[in-house]
């Protein structure tokens, strides 16, 4: 299956005014167009990304990217959002991918796991959109007066990037003249269902001057955490927030559970904020068999202090015992302790092939990655 994203920044930015074009302006050390495209390269699912721009805009672009542009193709858009849609579908179509991301260079914010949610969603669908329920009370306004409110009930917000199976786009957009807002709607008139995944939020869209302030006050930051610990015999184990049935357990100064170890380092990484054994030292006999679902919970209310917690990745490493069995009882034990939706939550499991000290089933090794939004 190969995938490829489409980052649209040929618009001039008409109602944000300014000298120039919005995606181009600065960002917490980056650009608002550069902290785009990195969600996609950065991204093992996406085969290759394609950058839309003005005409004439190659310096400012370049300027704006810096060494990323050597890793993104460039195409030159149109007049339209539409005619540059198509434009960077005419690229791709020498060598076409099974299915397209579309997303608004605008949109600075995305996460992995929100391209992960668009991406599986096309294993059975056409075409599907992110969004976000209306929050606030919508009045239709005529000259200056309320004239109506309108009912939010089963509206959203279309959020990007929207993905397609590639020959489907490219048809639909070849039988529409024109006037589309977005590729959803191209889809729509050519007859194809449109489904929906959960949006989110902090994926906003800078639109006015006043969207790039606000933007400026949340960042995305990512920690990483890494444990080991060795089995002994005698059962249970815990693992993952769950007491497992097996014949041998995870020793440690608290119940060793390796996996929410793991998770919690990545956390307290993401703010920069020590480690585990800094918050809560093994030589502290307060901890010695202490539950490990009060360390996660501890050090996810110390990321809610300055941020969101956006998604966990927790990959566990051993021979024994098989995950499967349990992957999906323990994401969602992860997902009480963090206080996210288990959607947020991804659990894997891998061996080595029973090479070194887990492979010889003399202990349980987890990796974690943990994705936030800083304030």
């Not at 599907?128 to 239709?140: F, G, H, M, S, Y």
């Not at 990037?161 to 490219?170: K, M, S, T, V, Y």
């Not at 933007?215 to 089995?231: E, N, Q, S």
Request: include cysteine; charge should be negative.
């Amino acid at each position: 299956m190969s995938i490829d994203a489409v980052v649209l920044a040929a618009g001039r930015g008409t109602r944000f005014g300014g000298d120039a074009p919005k995606q181009y302006l600065p960002l917490d050390g980056s650009t608002v167009l550069a902290r785009a495209l990195d969600a996609f390269l950065a991204h093992a699912a996406i085969r290759r990304v394609v950058a839309v721009i003005g005409a004439g805009d190659e310096g400012a672009f370049r300027a704006a990217v810096g060494p990323r542009a050597d890793r993104v193709e460039v195409v030159t858009g149109g007049d339209t959002r539409q005619a540059s849609v198509a434009a960077a579908l005419a690229h791709l179509a020498v060598d076409p991918p099974e299915r397209v991301l579309v997303h608004d260079g605008a949109r600075p914010f995305l996460s992995a796991a929100l391209i992960d949610r668009v991406a599986r969603a096309l294993d059975d669908a056409d075409a599907v959109i992110p969004a976000v329920p209306v929050a606030d009370t919508l009045k239709r306004i005529d000259h200056g007066r309320v004239a109506g409110t309108v009912p939010r009930d089963g509206l959203a917000q279309a959020q990007t990037p929207q993905g397609f199976r590639f020959a489907a786009l490219r048809a639909a957009h070849a039988a529409m003249p024109g006037g589309a807002t977005d590729d959803a709607m191209v889809m729509e008139a050519a007859g194809h269902p449109v489904r929906v995944v959960e949006g989110e939020r902090t994926n906003h869209k800078i639109t006015t001057p006043d969207d790039l302030p606000a933007a400026r006050l949340t960042y995305p930051a990512v920690g990483k955490g890494f444990d080991v610990h060795r089995l002994t015999p005698g059962g249970p184990l815990i693992l993952g927030g769950l007491t497992l049935d097996a014949p041998f357990h995870l020793a440690g100064h608290s119940d060793a559970d390796v996996a929410l170890h793991a998770i919690t380092d990545a956390l307290f990484g993401a703010i920069g904020d020590g480690d585990i054994g800094h918050h809560f030292p093994p030589s502290d006999p307060a901890w010695k068999g202490a539950a490990s679902d009060q360390f996660l919970a501890f050090a996810a209310d110390r990321v809610r202090a300055a941020g969101e917690i956006c998604h966990v990745d927790l990959t566990i490493i051993c021979e024994r015992p098989k995950i499967g069995p349990v992957r999906e009882a323990m994401r969602r034990r992860i997902a009480e302790i963090v206080g996210i939706a288990v959607e947020r939550v991804s659990v894997k499991a891998t061996t080595t092939e029973r090479l070194g000290f887990t492979g010889r089933g003399e202990g349980i090794a987890a990796e974690a990655v943990a994705t936030i939004l800083r304030s």
